[in-house]
């Protein structure tokens, strides 16, 4: 269980979390999304001990994070810019520190992993294209076998095939070994399959937190004549409207009982599901 209580973290004036109360379950796999700016990075760092919180606190089973060897060698964090030295080192050095830091690290799946990504071990990090270290980084997180394994943009640089790698791993290991995980990403619609339960930050607030599966529920398109939509979505939360000559579409936020699709049914309008990433767009994109 990781726990956060009026968690704040402050860089000078400007606060990058605001009194962040947050209480994730163990074993699953979120989703945490936000724009840039929004506090992930912070949150994340803070949550492997990376970072001290300027209020409040962070717990994982009750036991608070910072500076807390036997909390953080059951953490990873993976992020976006490797965090894996000066580049100095070669990939088999950093393997063999990996297996030495973290008492749960599995070599044999490491190297099964370095030959999946085609990734040369005795070549330094700092030689290796931005695909191949993020690849690099994947492997170190899911070797890491960590309770608690966080991803922040770890993908950047690497094509589709291997995000793809990424992706099936991921599923396969957590599949055979269950374990908390935390993806932070862009590519809402590419890694939102895997996400349980997705966590949206707008800027530096929890804006809304819900099962993947409920959160696309509760996103419908309404397409028709414009006068019979405006009619049709009065009273409800609009996120976004399109409009092409006299047909509007009109994307709502909130369930549809079945009178209200029964209406639509009689007026002859198309409700239609909303992209989890066109969710996203609208609930950070700045409207009341």
């Known amino acids: 269980m990781i726990?956060?209580?009026?968690?704040?973290?402050?860089?000078?004036?400007?606060?990058?979390?605001?009194?962040?109360?947050?209480?994730?379950?163990?074993?699953?796999?979120?989703?945490?999304?936000?724009?840039?700016?929004?506090?992930?990075?912070?949150?994340?760092?803070?949550?492997?001990?990376?970072?001290?919180?300027?209020?409040?606190?962070?717990?994982?089973?009750?036991?608070?994070?910072?500076?807390?060897?036997?909390?953080?060698?059951?953490?990873?964090?993976?992020?976006?810019?490797?965090?894996?030295?000066?580049?100095?080192?070669?990939?088999?050095?950093?393997?063999?520190?990996?297996?030495?830091?973290?008492?749960?690290?599995?070599?044999?799946y490491a190297a099964s992993l370095m030959d999946r990504f085609a990734l040369p071990r005795r070549r330094t990090l700092r030689a290796l294209s931005r695909g191949q270290r993020s690849a690099f980084g994947i492997v170190v997180g899911l070797a890491s076998r960590a309770d608690l394994t966080m991803f922040d943009e770890a993908h950047l640089g690497m094509d589709a095939a291997n995000r793809q790698v990424f992706h099936d791993e991921l599923l396969a290991d957590y599949a055979s070994r269950p374990r908390t995980v935390i993806l932070s990403t862009h590519l809402i619609e590419e890694q939102g399959p895997l996400f349980e339960q997705v966590l949206i930050l707008h800027e530096g607030r929890l804006l809304l937190r819900a099962d993947t599966d409920e959160l696309r529920s509760q996103g419908v398109a309404v397409t028709g004549p414009a006068g019979l939509v405006d009619d049709f979505v009065s009273g409800l939360t609009v996120l976004g409207e399109r409009r092409l000559g006299p047909t509007k579409q009109v994307t709502v936020f909130g369930a549809l009982d079945e009178r209200?699709?029964?209406?639509?049914?009689?007026?002859?309008?198309?409700?239609g599901p909303v992209a989890l990433q066109e969710l996203f767009i609208h609930l950070t994109g700045g409207a009341a």
């Open 260 to 271: 209200r699709r029964a209406l639509a049914r009689s007026l002859q309008l198309q409700l």
């Open 3 to 108: 726990s956060t209580s009026a968690l704040q973290v402050r860089y000078g004036d400007v606060a990058a979390l605001h009194s962040l109360d947050l209480d994730l379950p163990a074993g699953r796999i979120y989703g945490l999304l936000g724009r840039n700016g929004a506090g992930k990075t912070t949150l994340l760092s803070t949550l492997a001990g990376l970072r001290r919180p300027s209020a409040g606190s962070v717990t994982v089973d009750g036991a608070p994070v910072f500076e807390n060897a036997r909390v953080t060698t059951r953490i990873c964090l993976i992020r976006d810019d490797g965090g894996l030295g000066d580049g100095t080192d070669t990939l088999h050095d950093i393997l063999t520190m990996a297996a030495i830091l973290r008492p749960g690290f599995d070599t044999g």
